[in-house]
């Protein structure tokens, strides 16, 4: 182990985080010290171990041991994690994760009570708004006092296409009735089938409209079925109350999934979407309503509150101004106080979250942080890291696992883990200063100063796909013509509306596929091998070297462990909280029982398959579909993954890399990738350039929405969005080859790509 670390305290300190025998998930025996209140960068290959190390053993550690300062009254409620796999660790303090999960993904979570901005207006409002209509909860849409009492402060009412919920073709006997949970032999089909208001043998598009509205649209009614008395309740009027009246993120996903497809939002005509009453939207501030205010851009918001001069509110206009500014500073200007929290992306949510630790009064805290540069311009990375340097300064302990060299570059330490993924990672190979990453020879010390170069030949493009008048979201009437037959990248700071643009514009055209970041639809049990479809050749292999059934070698049939039905985990579902996995008794986590584990493949059995990542599974399938399937995994840059890791362990970035290396198989056409970087090491980003180049070779079109310099200087052709965010943004500021921008742009993407290539002597 290479090991340098001038930047530390001495071992002995308190001054230092001890971390001792570290061995979660592919940590190999690491022992090192981080130095307190510093910005720590954890560098490395994806799949190095970085996350286990900050994530899995350092921040659940803290978090383990302050659950165990709670009662054992409480503790019964909360979910108990299992300590890290580490000999020894000294001297932690609280540890806030501000991670890029979705946060507060129901409706009623905003931008604004994410950041307690909107509750700090709210109390402006009840203190200035003329007329005087009460308490700040008089402004709250999630109080009865404040909400609209029609769409009751959701500010959309839902309604039912009532044609999905039926099929007109059958009768009640044949299984009209489409909606999950309502079956033939379902009790409440039995109550329709049987209710006497139509002959349930009967087709539904015979039915006369008096039946059709039996049907669908009765209110409660008694009816008698046999000896039971029982009510009877409108198709329509029954899966409104039971689903459409909850709220979307509390159903199960097969529900939410059905709700999505048959509900149709509009506008609450009562409110006009404000989701507040009558009273809370008379009562205005310098001329506004807090409707208006919460529909503000913040760094339009930001100005109108610095106008807010009266004393007695002098100290929470303070506050909320130093709230607003941060978003500003951030580069969220461009969002609203009434955005809701759930169309955030990952970045996005994470900086929001940052914000609010940004405010609080609690010091020697550690913060650690994934990758938080991800969806930002490089004229937002600056920004990120003067927040960073700022909980620093605060008296903060900063960790942050990251890629970008822009932020390592600030770093008092680096760890650098490696050097490779899985197996061949989980070591240090550096730790210490910036200086001495760059001359300890590790890769990423190597890929530090790494620039990539303007091509020497730009492709032709041989047609173009036009993009006329779009006005989604902040575009302003754009018009633009996307080439084909060439790598178009397209640019511009967060909230310029590139997304809007390729997103809104180009995706569902024929023969364009989009490949993005989210969520894969799947439960606990999908993996890279079920998802991607490798799973079916390997069963065959099975099957035919055993002379047994394929069905056997999956989880998922017959093969699988009685006890944990082939998850391997045991599910304890808490009522109050998120539940408890524990691994399985019976299988030990492999997920099949012990017959199928007696059957082997050139030695190896199925889990023992499923455990390999996808380099070491190359190497055991040389041939065949298996192989083809593992080689396009490779090129994605995911040789790392494990065959058997879930789905939902997966980031976004992984997420986007495997579901690109099964639609390559596809022949699409163009396809449109968003940030593909995420996630990505400095030496992977060059793997990714090549395939880039394949694609467009193979006579693809590949149009890429991305921040990284190296990707832009790789196009062939770049659209560049801007000139800022929001209504700032919106509009094409460049069209040309990487070289025109930067001999003659003026945007901000051109001023940091001339930067970035002055670096490596371009």
């Known amino acids: ?137 008089a402004f709250s849409f999630n109080s009865p006092e404040g909400m609209c009492p029609k769409c009751e402060g959701i500010g959309r009412v839902s309604d039912l296409d009532v044609t999905r919920l039926v099929d007109a073709e059958l009768s009640l006997n044949q299984g009209a009735i489409i909606v999950p949970g309502f079956t033939v032999d379902a009790w409440y089909t039995q109550v329709y089938r049987g209710s006497g208001f139509f002959d349930p043998d009967k087709k539904l598009k015979d039915f006369t409209p008096a039946e059709w509205d039996d049907l669908l649209h ?72 807090i409707a208006e205010c919460s529909a503000m851009q913040i760094s339009d918001l930001a100005e109108f509150t610095r106008d807010i001069r009266d004393e007695s509110v002098r100290p929470l206009v303070a506050n909320l101004s130093g709230t607003l500014d941060s978003l500003v500073e951030i580069g969220l200007g461009y969002l609203s106080l009434d955005r809701e929290s759930s169309t955030l992306s990952g970045g996005e949510a994470q900086r929001v979250k940052m914000v609010r630790h940004l405010g609080s ?40 696992v990251e890629h970008k060299p822009e932020t390592i570059e600030i770093a008092d330490h680096v760890v650098d883990l490696g050097p490779g993924a899985g197996p061949n990672g989980g070591r240090i190979c550096y730790a210490g200063d910036v200086a001495g990453l760059r001359a300890s020879g590790s890769l990423t010390g190597r890929h530090l100063d790494h620039r990539a170069r303007l091509r020497d030949r730009v492709r032709r ?28 990248v397209v640019t511009g700071v967060a909230g310029s509306g590139k997304s809007s643009l390729i997103h809104g514009s180009l995706a569902g055209r024929d023969g364009v596929v989009t490949v993005d970041q989210s969520a894969i639809r799947g439960s606990r049990r999908s993996n890279p091998a079920t998802y991607t479809g490798l799973l079916d050749s390997v069963r065959t292999a099975f099957a035919k070297a055993n002379g ?11 093969g699988a462990c009685p006890n944990c039905k082939g998850i391997g985990l045991i599910y304890t579902d808490l009522a109050m909280m998120a539940g408890v996995a524990s691994v399985c008794e019976e299988c030990e986590g492999k997920r099949f029982t012990p017959k199928v584990l007696t059957y082997t493949l050139r030695g190896k059995d199925i889990s023992e398959v499923l455990a390999m990542s996808v380099a070491e599974a190359r190497a055991f399938f040389t041939s065949g579909p298996s192989r083809a399937v593992l080689d396009r995994l490779s090129d994605v840059g995911l040789g790392y993954l494990g065959l058997g890791q879930p789905l939902t362990t997966l980031s976004g970035g992984e997420r986007q890399r495997l579901k690109l290396a099964i639609r390559m198989a596809e022949k699409a056409g163009t396809y449109i990738l968003d940030e593909p970087t995420t996630g990505l090491h400095l030496a992977d980003v060059d793997q990714l350039l090549g395939l880039l180049d394949r694609l467009v070779d193979d006579g693809n079109s590949v149009v890429v929405i991305e921040h990284h310099q190296a990707v832009m200087a790789h196009a062939d052709w770049i659209i ?18 990487p070289a025109d921008l930067v001999a003659h742009g003026d945007s901000l993407t051109a001023r940091h790509l001339r930067d970035y290539l002055h670096g490596s002597g371009a």
């Open 461 to 488: 493009p041989r047609g173009h796909l036009s993009i006329t008048g779009a006005s989604l979201h902040n575009l302003r009437n754009v018009s633009v013509d996307v080439p084909l037959g060439v790598l178009t």
């Open 361 to 400: 009064s609690l010091t020697d805290i550690t913060y650690v942080f994934d990758e938080p540069t991800v969806g930002l311009h490089p004229h937002d990375i600056r920004r990120m890291n003067n927040l960073l340097l700022l909980l620093r300064d605060k008296g903060n302990t900063v960790l942050v």
């Open 218 to 289: 009765k209110p409660v009614t008694k009816v008698k079925i046999g000896t039971s008395n029982l009510s009877y309740e409108g198709l329509a009027v029954k899966v409104r109350r039971m689903f459409l009246e909850k709220d979307r993120e509390s159903l199960k996903p097969g529900i939410r999934a059905f709700v999505d497809s048959v509900a149709t939002f509009a506008k609450c005509p009562a409110c006009d979407g404000a989701r507040l009453n009558p009273a809370a939207l008379s009562a205005t501030v310098n001329g506004r309503t």
């Open 548 to 558: 047994v059934k394929p069905a056997l070698f999956s989880a998922n049939s017959e």
């Open 1 to 137: 182990m290479d090991l340098h670390s001038p930047a530390a305290a001495p071992a002995d300190s308190h001054d230092v985080i001890k971390v001792r025998g570290a061995r979660e998930n592919n940590l190999a025996d690491v022992s090192l010290d981080i130095p307190k209140r510093r910005l720590t960068v954890f560098s490395g290959v994806s799949g190095s171990g970085k996350s286990s190390l900050v994530f899995g053993t350092i921040a659940a550690e803290s978090q383990r041991l302050i659950n165990e300062t709670y009662t054992a009254f409480l503790q019964s409620f909360m979910a108990t994690p299992s300590r890290p796999d580490v000999d020894a660790l000294h001297n932690l303090s609280a540890a806030i994760v501000v991670d890029q999960e979705r946060m507060g993904v129901n409706s009623r979570s905003t931008v604004g009570t994410a950041t307690d901005a909107y509750a700090m207006l709210r109390i402006v409002f009840s203190r200035l708004g003329t007329p005087h209509i009460g308490t700040s909860s």
């Open 720 to 737: 560049d969005m801007g000139p800022g965010a929001g209504h700032d943004g919106g509009r094409v500021v460049f069209t040309g080859t």
